[in-house]
T-cell receptor, first 114, second 112 residues
Framework: GENVEQHPSTLSVQEGDSAVIKCTYS??????FPWYKQELGKGPQLIID?????GEKKDQRIAVTLNKTAKHFSLHITETQPEDSAVYFC?????????????FGQGTRLTINP | SQTIHQWPATLVQPVGSPLSLECTVE??????LYWYRQAAGRGLQLLFY??????ISSEVPQNLSASRPQDRQFILSSKKLLLSDSGFYLC???????????FGDGTRLSIL
C-alpha cells in the first residue's frame, strides 16, 4: 500500500522567512495530494491540494510543488507570520481504493518566531 | 454549505466503561465518512470508513466499532474502554466524487 514520509518533524523559522516541508510517497499511482494545517485542539483544515496532472499550485503565500518522477511533493510558505504556527500534514490518495482513503505523513510542527 | 459536527468535544471515562462518539454531516448526501485517531504529537491513523448506510470497513483490529445508522451519521463505539483507547478522535467526510476530506474538530478522550 501507499506510504508517505514527511520531513522535518519540527521546523522553526523567523517571522518573515520562508518555510518548506517535504513529503515523499511510494505508490506511483497516487494522484491527489492535500496539505492540512492543524491548530492546537482543532481538527486538520485543508489549506491547499494538488493533483497529479499539475506541477505547481499557488494560493497567496502558500504553494505546493509536485515531482511525479521523484515521487515527492513540498509545501512552501513565504513571508511567514505567527499565525502560521501549527502542525502541518501532507497526504496522498491512491485511486485504486474506492473509498479514497488518505495516507498521511507524520506531521511537521512549524513554529514562527517573532 | 457543508458542515460537520462532532460531540462531545472532551470526554473522561473510566476503564471498562462503554463509549459512544457521534459525528453528523450537514449539507451533503451520501458522503464517505471516516473515523481517525490521533495520539498525542503523532499522525492520523484511519480506524473506520463508510461509503454508505450500514457499510463499515475496519482498517485496524481494535477494541472499537463503528456504525452508520443514517446517511449522514457516523458513530464510534466501544463496549469496554481500555487505557490504550485514549486519544484525539476525528471524524471526516468527503463527497462521492473526487474531492478532499474535511475534518470535524474532534473529541479528546481520556481514559482513567
Amino acid at each position: 500500500g501507499e506510504n508517505v514520509e514527511q520531513h522535518p518533524s519540527t521546523l522553526s523559522v523567523q517571522e518573515g522567512d520562508s518555510a518548506v516541508i517535504k513529503c515523499t510517497y511510494s505508490d506511483s499511482a497516487s494522484n491527489y495530494f492535500p496539505w492540512y494545517k492543524q491548530e492546537l485542539g482543532k481538527g486538520p483544515q485543508l489549506i491547499i491540494d494538488i493533483r497529479s496532472n499539475v506541477g505547481e499550485k499557488k494560493d497567496q503565500r502558500i504553494a505546493v510543488t509536485l515531482n511525479k518522477t521523484a515521487k515527492h511533493f513540498s509545501l512552501h510558505i513565504t513571508e511567514t507570520q505567527p499565525e502560521d504556527s501549527a502542525v502541518y500534514f501532507c497526504a496522498a490518495i491512491t485511486p485504486s481504493n474506492g473509498a479514497q482513503k488518505l495516507v498521511f505523513g507524520q506531521g511537521t510542527r512549524l513554529t514562527i518566531n517573532p | 454549505s457543508q458542515t460537520i459536527h462532532q460531540w462531545p468535544a472532551t470526554l473522561v471515562q473510566p476503564v471498562g466503561s462503554p463509549l459512544s462518539l457521534e459525528c453528523t454531516v450537514e449539507g451533503t448526501s451520501n458522503p464517505n465518512l471516516y473515523w481517525y485517531r490521533q495520539a498525542a504529537g503523532r499522525g492520523l491513523q484511519l480506524l473506520f470508513y463508510s461509503v454508505g448506510i450500514g457499510q463499515i470497513s475496519s482498517e485496524v483490529p481494535q477494541n472499537l466499532s463503528a456504525s452508520r445508522p443514517q446517511d449522514r451519521q457516523f458513530i464510534l463505539s466501544s463496549k469496554k474502554l481500555l487505557l490504550s483507547d485514549s486519544g484525539f478522535y476525528l471524524c471526516a467526510w468527503r463527497s462521492d466524487r473526487i474531492s478532499p476530506q474535511h475534518f470535524g474538530d474532534g473529541t479528546r478522550l481520556s481514559i482513567l
